[in-house]
């Protein structure tokens, strides 16, 4: 196959009509695709990294949170760990009080009645000795769930530093790519007829990023569906053609080494999209 005949033809821009070579355009939109995609991956890049950080910093929340609900808690069994031991000192001096009380008694009646009272403080003594134990069981367990979280918490914001610090070595880095892949871009666009430029940008928004395929095997290769063979041979004849896959409306191109490549395994489904929207 010869090289690829040239064919000027005049492009209605802005600003009146603009004569472009459209092999050029093509060959220029599918460079310009290149370089978005290479933008697309920082920009998700950058994405992955925020969310990362934003996914550490709210985990550390949602600890600290529990931190708090746990130490509220913990305030609660502490004051109801105070009324125990009140309750203990109270009744260990009823039982110390009656017990020098018994020396001094009078009668059967004053006996019995000191030694009910005595009973009765030390039953109240073994069950509050009691409460007193299994409550500092869960203080002491409700401690330990604490420092378990605040080691957490302090391992997450450990992390999210980590993270925010990466963030920030990376931000420069992708700054500067992203500057020089603009720039690339910049020149390159000024070689595409503006509606060209407009309306690959919108496939591209629509369609997972990409406004431009080859088409390998008679198949579109953005949508993998196989275009009709009158447009295919108007591709290949008029490689000068602007053409757009009548299924996902991406600019269409062929590339003559890529009908050599490998076989196509992707299935992409993709629902239509309107003409006029395209
Ligand atoms: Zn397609």
């Not at 370089?35 to 934003?54: A, F, N, P, Q």
């Not at 979280?149 to 880095?173: F, I, Q, R, W, Y």
């Not at 928004?205 to 290769?221: P, S």
């Not at 602007?242 to 489904?269: K, M, Q, W």
Request: glycine fraction near 6%; charged fraction near 35%.
């Amino acid at each position: 196959m010869g090289p690829p005949n040239k064919i000027k033809v005049t492009v209605d821009v802005l600003d009146g009509s603009l004569e472009v070579d459209l092999s050029d355009t093509i060959r220029v939109l599918s460079e310009v695709q290149k370089i978005d995609l290479e933008l697309d991956v920082i920009e998700r890049e950058k994405e992955r990294c925020c969310s990362e950080i934003e996914e550490s910093k709210s985990e550390g929340d949602d600890i600290k949170e529990k931190v708090t609900l746990l130490t509220e808690a913990l305030d609660t069994l502490e004051v109801e760990g105070k009324d125990l031991e009140e309750g203990l000192r109270v009744n260990k001096e009823t039982i110390t009080k009656d017990n020098e009380r018994l020396g001094e008694i009078k009668n059967d009646k004053q006996f019995k009645a000191i030694t009910k009272e005595i009973s009765n403080a030390e039953k109240s003594v073994k069950l509050l000795e009691m409460e007193s134990s299994a409550l500092s069981e869960r203080v002491a367990e409700k401690r330990e769930e604490i420092a378990g979280l605040e080691a957490k918490s302090s391992e997450k914001t450990d992390a999210a530093g980590t993270l925010v610090k990466k963030l920030e070595e990376n931000n420069a880095e992708w700054a500067k790519e992203i500057e020089g892949k603009s720039k690339e871009r910049e020149a390159l666009i000024v070689d595409i007829p503006p509606n060209i430029l407009k309306k690959y940008d919108t496939i591209r928004a629509r369609r997972a990023g990409i406004g431009i395929v080859t088409v390998e095997r008679e198949t579109c290769q953005g949508c993998f569906i196989q275009i009709p063979p009158q447009v295919y041979i108007q591709l290949r004849r008029d490689s000068d053609g602007i053409i757009n896959c009548p299924h996902c409306y991406r600019f269409l191109y062929f590339d003559g080494e890529s009908e050599v490549g490998a076989e196509s395994t992707s299935n992409e489904a993709e629902s239509s999209m309107p003409a006029d929207e395209a």
